[in-house]
T-cell receptor
Framework: KQEVTQIPAALSVPEGENLVLNCSFTDSAIYNLQWFRQDPGKGLTSLLLIQSSQREQTSGRLNASLDKSSGRSTLYIAASQPGDSATYLC???????????FGTGTRLQVTL | NAGVTQTPKFQVLKTGQSMTLQCAQD?????MSWYRQDPGMGLRLIHYSVGAGITDQGEVPNGYNVSRSTTEDFPLRLLSAAPSQTSVYFCATGLAGAYEQYFGPGTRLTVT
């Protein structure tokens, strides 16, 4: 059974710092990995999608990498801002089915 | 283009009552699914559908029913609500295959 782990569970950094969020998964047979952002009391917003054949994806200040063989992905946030404060979730799509397996998230707080 | 909509936003039920959570999408996506989100447990898949007339169980299907009569709608029915079903429910949609998924804003359900 696929298991997805995100470490750390919570992170607090001062504004302007670069930071890395980690996601690991136990079964490397995945189709893709998706990073989401969730604000308190809100739904999930898709940030980046990495296909299994890709090594990384970039969107603005965000860069996500994927090492399928080692079962790891990282989300790099450059020059963090208070508006980046949210919970970040990663989810893997195992095989041909569209269902996602989620990690429990990293709660990020960026302080002034 | 409304994307993914969910109604109601909030609901309080008494134990034993039944209700239907609504999910609608206007993106012509084949795939629709329901997740529940509980503190410390991440999002878990309840039921999913790969097209009209086709549904299947996810990780935690007990106590829930679904049907998919149209591409646009995928309602989730609670047959006899229990306090263990207190949760936030999210609907997600996507194209079949290795594509990203889109989430609705969620329904916060409390069962007393």
């Amino acid at each position: 059974k696929q298991e997805v782990t995100q470490i750390p569970a919570a992170l607090s950094v001062p504004e302007g710092e670069n930071l890395v969020l980690n996601c690991s998964f136990t079964d490397s047979a995945i189709y893709n990995l998706q990073w989401f952002r969730q604000d308190p009391g809100k739904g999930l917003t898709s940030l980046l999608l990495i296909q299994s054949s890709q090594r990384e994806q970039t969107s603005g200040r965000l860069n996500a990498s994927l090492d399928k063989s080692s079962g790891r992905s990282t989300l790099y946030i450059a020059a963090s801002q208070p508006g980046d404060s949210a919970t970040y979730l990663c989810a893997v799509k195992p095989g041909t089915a569209s269902k996602l397996t989620f990690g429990t998230g990293t709660r990020l707080q960026v302080t002034l | 283009n409304a994307g993914v909509t969910q109604t109601p936003k909030f609901q309080v039920l008494k134990t034993g009552q039944s209700m239907t959570l609504q999910c609608a999408q206007d993106m012509n996506h084949e795939y629709m699914s329901w997740y529940r989100q509980d503190p410390g447990m991440g999002l878990r898949l309840i039921h999913y559908s790969v097209g009209a007339g086709i549904t299947d169980q996810g990780e935690v299907p007990n106590g829930y029913n679904v049907s998919r009569s149209t591409t646009e709608d995928f309602p989730l029915r609670l047959l006899s609500a229990a306090p263990s079903q207190t949760s936030v429910y999210f609907c997600a949609t996507g194209l079949a295959g290795a594509y990203e998924q889109y989430f609705g804003p969620g329904t916060r359900l409390t069962v007393t």
